[in-house]
């Protein structure tokens, strides 16, 4: 029998037919339901808000953008801009591809799109509401973390004898020391480490940290124990370099061919210092990337950042500089909001200024002869010319910086009228004064081959090399040059090249300033056998005269008290450093086997203004006096410690002495034994000689 339900009940026998959900649950289910679709589709945010007139031109730009063919295609009528009440658009759209993989295409090159100085763009899938759907409703406070100290990154800056370190490599060690050579003649050892790195080190520009290279990246450490503080994966790193506010690291690969007809790629990947995340990478023909194909010597750095705060970088292409902005790594742009790289015909080469976000640009003889060579400067990145200046019969220039951006030095090579030699010229511009006024200076001996030009970096002089145009058996002649002189009793500045002295006849191919300026050391490498002058451009005195046989190398530490030479690998004899006062005293000298690097560790810059060391300089008698007093003291120790050890060396013979007396005594008795019967007993060897006096008579034949 069927036993039916209680009609008493009602018509749903008791059971409520109503399961619709609410309405929250309803729009969850159909965003999960479709979220598979929304894969294909972007929310690009902060576009502008614009009337119902303005809008077709809007979706016609929008389309131009998001439609690239490197990007992808959109469905019909894929882009909804939705309106407000009044018709204005909401300040976003909604585009809508044929394909994901168009989709994500979209979000990586489109987000961050800088439409003009007020619109730049937010692009994300839409599919990323996923997770917004799976943020729990209730708040939960994350898991406190147990505070780790971290390395202290600036404790050698707080040495209490304000001494610097150097880093030395050679065969498979890796050595770092304190300069102690004022004090005890010799280095005092920090840390040492074998097959630290498996090519090179290289100290950060503010020499916050050292950096590793290996095959699989770089990584960088520091702080007391040297413990490592990032690593950053990029395959087969051959070189790296820092952004000069140690916010960013560049890693170059360089990736060989497959087949002998195609060329070799070149992989650069930047990195975010703190965090090791890689932010970008450029990839491309080595031949692109500063590499040539014949030699494959890559010119190092590729990109080149600018001076103004790690804002700017820069690539040189063909007919063109392409400038990127930290720290969205996207390319800079143009006054209408392009992102497009800077034209600059015939480009030869760029620099950018060490103090600010201001490029010169070297650009050659064009259009069959009739577009002269030109040097222009631009500030970036509103691209604004600040100066530029034609120059006629060019063969060949070369852009030289001061090295706190006040001057501009331009090398230039030009033809005489028979195009059959060439002559050498400068143009220098003071970049730091009103208008950018420039000056021209040739030197006397229009023939003479320019071997090297050099800025002093703190003051306002500078310094040429040249080879005599007649026969000077290797020698060279030095000229010092000062961009503004000032009279000690007017005080007047006179702001117009004066040269100040010529030195000839020197063993000298390579200059070096002192890092504090008034000292340099001109020397002699190569062929020259390591010849070395520390000459005083202050007081225009030679102050000593020295060699460091086959020197390959020389370095100022940045204080500018010590100076580095050393020999490489690249000679198989001599290889070790020296190191020297400033004055052209030899401190110190260590031999080392393949000896490969040298390096200074940078300091920060001084946080003294310029008024406070102008001030310490006119006062440094009174300053001087303490570490007068501390130097006396450092030598009397130095002085006492020679005497301790002379006394422990004549302690140490007088002990071996005593010891060989006592020993020949107990010995005294088995001595006389094995002597004999007969033997004498005293151990005098003088006793035991016995003299005998002879006669002969010899004839003489008369």
């Keep these: 029998d069927v036993v039916l339900p209680d009609e008493s009940l009602g018509f749903d026998f008791g059971v409520s037919l109503d399961e619709s959900p609410s309405p929250e649950e309803a729009q969850l289910a159909m965003m999960s339901s479709t979220l598979e679709n929304f894969s294909s589709v972007v929310v690009v945010d902060c576009i502008p808000v614009v009337p119902r007139e303005k809008q077709d031109k809007l979706l016609a730009v929008l389309g131009k953008i998001f439609r690239h063919p490197e990007i992808g295609s ?47 763009f937010s692009v994300f899938n839409l599919a990323s509401a996923e997770r917004l759907l799976a943020i729990p409703r209730t708040y ?51 840390y040492q480490r074998q097959n630290w790195t498996e090519s090179f080190v290289q100290w950060s520009p503010k020499g916050t940290c050292i950096a590793t290279v290996h095959r699989q990246g770089a990584a960088l450490w ?8 990032q690593r950053f994966a990029h395959p087969n790193t051959r070189l790296i370099d820092f952004s000069p506010d140690e916010k960013y690291l560049v890693c170059f690969s360089l990736q060989e061919p497959s087949h002998p007809r195609e060329s070799a790629q070149a992989n650069l990947g930047f990195f975010d210092l703190r965090t090791g995340k890689k932010m970008r990478t450029f990839s491309g023909p080595a031949e692109d990337y500063g590499t040539s194909a014949s030699s494959g010597v890559t010119s190092w750095p590729v990109f080149r950042w600018s001076g103004g705060e790690d804002r700017l970088f820069a690539k040189m292409g063909k007919n063109c500089v392409s400038v990127y902005e930290c720290p969205s790594f996207g390319m800079c742009t143009n ?30 003889e064009h259009g069959g002869g009739n577009a002269p060579a030109r040097v222009s400067l631009v500030e970036f990145p509103s691209r604004k010319d600040i100066r530029q200046k034609a120059l006629f019969s060019v063969a060949e220039a070369a852009l030289n910086w001061h090295p706190q951006g006040t ?23 003071r970049v730091a004064e009103k208008d950018c006024p420039m000056e021209v200076l040739e030197l006397q001996d229009k023939k ?202 004549m302690d140490e013979f007088k002990a071996w002495e005593k010891r060989i007396m006592e020993r020949r005594a107990i010995e005294a008795k088995e001595r ?20 005998e006096e002879m006669e002969a008579e010899e004839v003489l034949e008369v």
């Design 407 to 429: 001057y501009l030095g331009v090398t230039v090579d030009r033809y005489t009228k028979t195009r059959k030699s060439t002559y050498t010229g400068f143009e220098l511009f």
């Design 74 to 120: 959109t469905v019909p009528d894929g882009i909804h801009m939705p309106v407000d009440a009044n018709g204005t658009s909401k300040g976003f759209a909604i585009i809508e591809y044929v394909s994901p993989q168009s989709a994500q295409k979209a979000v990586e090159s489109i987000n961050g799109y800088r439409l003009d100085k007020n619109h730049v």
């Design 448 to 649: 003479a081959r320019i071997i090297c030009f050099a800025w002093e970096p703190k003051g306002h002089r500078f310094c040429i090399v040249s080879a005599p145009s007649e026969i000077s058996g290797g020698r060279t002649t030095v000229d010092f040059y000062s961009m503004l002189t000032t009279d000690p009793k007017t005080g007047t500045v006179d702001r117009k090249v004066k040269h100040l002295t010529t030195l000839k006849s020197r063993q000298c191919n390579a200059v070096y300033w002192s890092p504090a300026g008034k000292h340099i050391v001109l020397a002699g490498l190569k062929s020259m056998n390591g010849q070395l002058e520390f000459y005083n451009v202050e007081e225009l005195e030679s102050m000593a005269q020295s060699e460091h046989f086959m020197c390959t190398d020389v370095d100022w530490d940045p204080t500018g008290r010590f100076i580095s030479t050393s020999v490489t690998s690249v000679h198989q004899m001599e290889n070790g450093y020296n190191l020297w006062s400033f004055s052209g005293k030899m401190l110190s000298r260590t031999p080392r086997d393949r000896f490969l690097q040298y390096l200074w560790r940078p300091r920060p810059p001084s946080l003294l203004g310029e008024k406070k060391e102008a001030e310490i300089a006119k006062n440094l008698k009174s300053y001087a006096k303490r570490y007068e007093d501390e130097d006396e003291r450092l030598r009397e120790k130095q002085d006492t410690n020679l005497a301790s050890h002379r006394k422990r060396l």
């Design 140 to 190: 939960e406070p994350p898991p406190s973390k147990p505070y780790t100290p971290t390395e202290n990154l600036f404790s050698w800056l707080m040495d209490a004898r304000g001494r610097d370190q150097f880093a030395s490599r050679y065969s498979d060690q890796t050595e770092i020391f304190w300069n102690d050579a004022k004090a005890t003649g010799k280095e005092e050892p920090v």
């Design 222 to 229: 520091g702080g007391p124990e040297w413990a490592r503080l």
């Design 672 to 691: 006389r034994s094995l002597r004999g019967p007969n033997g004498y007993i005293s151990d005098d060897e003088v006793e035991g000689t016995i003299e």
């Design 335 to 364: 006054s209408e909001g392009e992102k497009k790289s800077y034209t600059a015909e015939a480009l030869s080469d760029f620099r950018w200024s060490p103090s600010a976000n201001i490029m010169a640009l070297f650009q050659k």
